[in-house]
């Protein structure tokens, strides 16, 4: 049996970055691979429950060695057929017959290419989450193929027609402040300011779910203290999969204000790399809006499959002209089905992978 191994020090963050690179594993467990993860505690239950992702077989987790000499990395990366490192910005020699860095993040500091970094990596591919990272990653003299993800068959199953939408707008990503942070607090000003001026939101309900560490409960904290008692409002942390389904089902706008305000060419890092609540909001038959930056960009065609904004202004404009306008919802909302099975079925992206890597 064929060995494939993962190192990601981010592991444990169980993000979409993290559901993304554990699927390109299941791809190759499904092509008869074993597969190892370099991590000192299981979390096959975690990853199971938050991404719906089965593996078969028991996933093999191993001692980290990655603070272990040059010697002992060698020696036990020769026993893997391929290996893949989402890097933190440090590099190592491996001898792993095949070698990947998965790259989440298009960050200066995360790809020195420096000469001896150079050396380090001469066996390793590098495969970017979208085209916004790649063009980054090439701007910085590393050449990377594209695996986009995919999104799972429950939302690719739904009947969009048949689902009762309710006047909610909804919000999903983690609840932090840094990095490219999902600007929860700007979301709710601008909501409150939207049901002042704007009969057409007023009964609206605004939610904004996510996960939540517990180095971050002092942000959400100042996030509850913003909502104070506003009953309009809800902040839903750590919902398991089923709940995150069924609030996609049930919200007629999805928002997305990742990297508003941020310069993309200067801070790339700080805009959405690509963005997979917004599929899954798209597929879900959700309005989608997304900040005008970043991966949302070549995911969403304005006005056709969802909308771009680049200031509140304009995207208050662009929700109250769809929200009074039935059939153009409708028009959107199919043809933003179609592109997501059109380009993020599971079958697609099973066979991107088996290009990029067999």
Known sequence: MKRAALYDPYLDTLGGGEKHILSILKVLEDEGYE????????????IENRFRLQFVNKLKFLPNIFTSSVFTKLKELRKFDMFFYVTDGSYFFSSAKKNFVFCMVPSKNLFQMSLFNKLKTFNYNFIANSFFTQNWLKKLGINSKVVYPYINKEFIDLKVEDLKKENIILSIGRFYSHLHSKKQSILINLFNKLRQINPLIKNFKLIIAGGLKEEDKSYFSQLQSTIKNTPDITLKTNLPYDKLLELYKRSLIYIH????????????????HLGIAPLEAMISGCLTFAYNAGGPKEIITDGKNGFLFNTQEELAKKMSSIVSNPNLQTQVKKRAKQF?????????????????LL
């Open 35 to 46: 597969i190892n993860i370099f991590w000192d505690k299981n979390l096959q239950n975690q």
């Open 257 to 272: 204000m990742t990297g508003y305000g941020v310069d993309e060419v200067k801070n790339p890092e700080q805009v959405e």
């Open 340 to 356: 997501i099975q059109d380009n993020f079925s599971y079958e697609i992206f099973k066979k991107r992978v088996k290009e990029v």
